[in-house]
Nanobody, 125 residues
């Protein structure tokens, strides 16, 4: 079955960087779109970034210019490089993939069927 395992979260100060990783298994990783989402404290899960099988990328306006999504199909892994972190980036971060690897609603949570367990990112001021 599809499994997604995130790692790399932690506690940092504002302005610092973190790199999240998400390793996928149980599906043909290179043929699947991958996405990163986050759930800030007390808020709903929200879109962060997504990368297609052709490496087309999209970002939420709040992270554009600071975060970079990438993938290494040889490692079945998608990354989220987060620079210039802000306290408002504090959240649980999740990676996700659509049910059959493709979705029209790739900027929305309902476009994704498989989710990792999440990794906590805390940014202090």
């Amino acid at each position: 079955q599809v499994q997604l395992v995130e790692s790399g979260g932690g506690m940092v100060q504002a302005g610092e960087s973190l790199r999240l990783s998400c390793e996928g298994s149980g599906f043909p990783f290179s043929n699947y779109r991958m996405g990163w989402f986050r759930r800030p404290p007390g808020k709903d899960r929200e879109f962060v970034a997504t990368i297609s099988t052709d490496n087309d990328v999209y970002y939420a306006d709040s992270v554009k210019g600071r975060f970079t999504i990438s993938r290494d199909n040889s490692q079945n892994t998608v990354y989220l490089q987060m620079n210039s972190l802000k306290p408002e980036d504090t959240a649980v971060y999740y990676c996700a993939t659509p049910r059959y690897g493709y979705t029209h609603t790739y900027l929305q949570t309902n476009g994704y069927a498989h989710w990792g367990q999440g990794t906590q990112v805390t940014v202090s001021s």
